[in-house]
């Protein structure tokens, strides 16, 4: 009669059991965090400078017409593109193309070759652009752009806008846009709106903010006119990260646990 080997467990042997759980159960986690995790796979910004400013000036300026700051408070990981750390995101930067930086004169000509020269960049990258940013004239020109999308007359990639120091566009067509935007609550693109009370254009910001209810969120700094300075990422957990469905905060050193993105405020 054959007799059946017998199994010895060894403390080796257990070991090695103890470590096939560990190892399955690391893998376990990390299937069902990828499954989690998923999100939009755009990670490029189009920055849109204020008036009097240009693209390269914007991009790289420290002062209050600048937004090396804000640039500045986005993570950029050694780590990035795991289940974990998303990958780091870019940018893109548009110029106005007027002699003095300004996108548009004071009683509104020119903003329609503006918000079409945004829109045709947008559309020319072929789904890269997940959000916009805009300062001052180019706040007020993201939000034309992100309330055409909401309603379906601009780029359909768009997946949130950050608008800093922005005003409510003076031209009637624009104006009406936003009113119809406001009257259409199921259509919507998430808006984020940086302003500070002593901006003397934060009433008319907070205006512009509420045309975008019920997704739109405000930040509110101490700045004036200027975009927010780094603290921006933090105080807004990471916006732009929940915006595209992100569902973990990270900054430059925090990995943060799964939260829900609707829940954050």
């Known amino acids: 009669m054959e007799v059946p080997p017998k199994v010895v467990d060894t403390p080796n042997t257990a070991r090695l059991n103890a470590l096939s759980m560990k190892v399955l159960r690391v893998l376990s986690l990390a299937l069902v965090g990828v499954e989690s995790l998923q999100y939009s796979q755009a990670r490029k910004m189009l920055l849109?400078?204020?008036?009097?400013?240009?693209?390269?000036?914007?991009?790289?300026?420290?002062?209050d017409r600048g937004a090396q700051g804000f640039i500045s408070g986005v993570p950029c990981r050694q780590d990035a593109g795991s289940s974990q750390v998303p990958r780091n995101?870019?940018?893109?930067?548009?110029?106005?193309?007027?002699?003095?930086?300004?996108?548009?004169?004071?009683?509104?000509?020119?903003?329609?070759?503006?918000?079409?020269?945004?829109?045709?960049?947008?559309?020319?990258?072929?789904?890269?652009?997940?959000?916009i940013v805009g300062h001052e004239q180019g706040g007020t020109v993201a939000a034309i752009v992100a309330a055409r999308a909401a309603l379906g007359e601009g780029p359909l990639t768009l997946s949130f806008a950050i608008i800093c120091g922005a005003s409510m566009p003076a031209a009637k067509a624009y104006t009406d846009l936003l009113h119809?935007?406001?009257?259409?609550?199921?259509?919507?693109?998430?808006?984020?709106?940086?302003?500070?009370?002593?901006?003397?254009?934060?009433?008319?910001?907070?205006?512009l903010a509420s045309c975008f209810e019920p997704t739109a969120e405000i930040l509110w700094h101490t700045r004036g006119n200027a975009m927010p300075d780094r603290s921006?990422?933090?105080?807004?957990?990471?916006?732009?990260?929940?915006?595209?469905?992100?569902?973990?905060?990270?900054?430059?050193?925090?990995?943060?646990?799964?939260?829900?993105?609707?829940?954050?405020y």
């Open 48 to 63: 849109i400078h204020g008036s009097g400013s240009s693209r390269g000036a914007f991009v790289n300026s420290p002062t």
């Open 232 to 264: 921006w990422w933090k105080s807004t957990m990471a916006y732009p990260d929940r915006a595209v469905g992100f569902k973990r905060y990270v900054d430059q050193y925090t990995i943060g646990d799964l939260f829900d993105p609707s829940t954050v």
């Open 180 to 207: 119809r935007l406001s009257d259409s609550p199921g259509a919507s693109v998430p808006t984020l709106h940086c302003l500070s009370e002593s901006d003397a254009a934060s009433a008319s910001g907070a205006e």
């Open 89 to 131: 995101w870019q940018y893109a930067a548009i110029d106005a193309g007027s002699n003095d930086g300004t996108w548009y004169d004071a009683d509104g000509k020119r903003l329609d070759a503006s918000v079409k020269a945004v829109e045709s960049f947008i559309e020319a990258q072929q789904g890269q652009i997940a959000g």
